[in-house]
């Protein structure tokens, strides 16, 4: 199947500092990346849409200041967490679509920690 | 009203048993639907897509409910290495791949 790859798998940085997160298909060239969130023992919640050469859509309640997106190739797209606080410490995953296709890959995940 | 709802468990089940779950959506235009499995401290993988007509993958069935709007998830001749956090998932806006959205999981644990 296809593979998507996550950059970096886990990072722990202070609070008020930026974490950058790449995301990256591997075979196939995906127009449309998913960025989600999953706290602890919670569901998967979709953060926003990334789209290759024009604005991510965010969904309700994501800040689109504090939460960078740019898709700037159709195999890459990065998610900035601008000035870090503990709450946003999560596990962070990307997926993406195939043209055409019905469902999204979903990469390996990347665990924040903010202290 | 939850969008997608499951029943978390956990369902301890003995190895080689039967187990079902099942999960309810509230979009009756919802046209995609999914089975992902979730491994703990690790990412959802595609486990099944669930069609109208039922599908059948192994031990694997999935059955679609549209006039009830459930999904539902069978495992036969359970193995050990079937414990995991099943995700039900939806895509609620239309065809092709969207944004989705996941149920919070039932947690399921063979036992040997």
């Known amino acids: 199947g296809a593979v998507v790859s996550q950059h970096p798998s886990r990072v722990i940085c202070k609070s008020g500092t930026s974490v950058k997160i790449e995301c990256r298909s591997l075979?196939?060239?995906?127009?449309?990346m998913f960025w989600y969130r999953q706290f602890p023992k919670q569901s998967l919640m979709l953060m926003a849409t990334s789209n290759e050469g024009s604005k991510a859509t965010y969904e309700q309640g994501v800040e689109k200041d504090k939460f960078l997106i740019n898709h700037a190739s159709l195999t890459l797209s990065t998610l900035t967490v601008t000035s870090a606080h503990p709450e946003d410490s999560s596990f962070y995953i990307c997926s993406a679509d195939i043209e055409g296709g019905e469902t999204q890959y979903f990469g390996p995940g990347t665990r924040l920690l903010v202290l | 009203r939850k969008e997608v709802e499951q029943d978390p468990g956990p369902f301890n089940v003995p190895e080689g048993a039967t187990v079902a779950f099942n999960c309810t959506y509230s979009n009756s235009a919802s046209q995609s639907f999914f089975w992902y499995r979730q491994d703990c401290r690790k990412e959802p993988k595609l486990l099944m897509s669930?069609?109208?007509s039922g599908n059948e993958d192994g031990r694997f069935t999935a059955q679609l409910n549209r006039a009830s709007q459930y999904i539902s998830l069978l495992i036969r001749d359970s193995k050990l290495s079937d414990s995991a956090t099943y995700l039900c998932v939806v895509n609620m806006r239309g065809g092709g791949a969207d944004g989705l959205t996941f149920g919070k999981g039932t947690h399921l644990i063979i036992q040997p």
């Open positions: 075979d196939f060239q995906a127009t449309t």
């Open positions: 669930v069609y109208s």
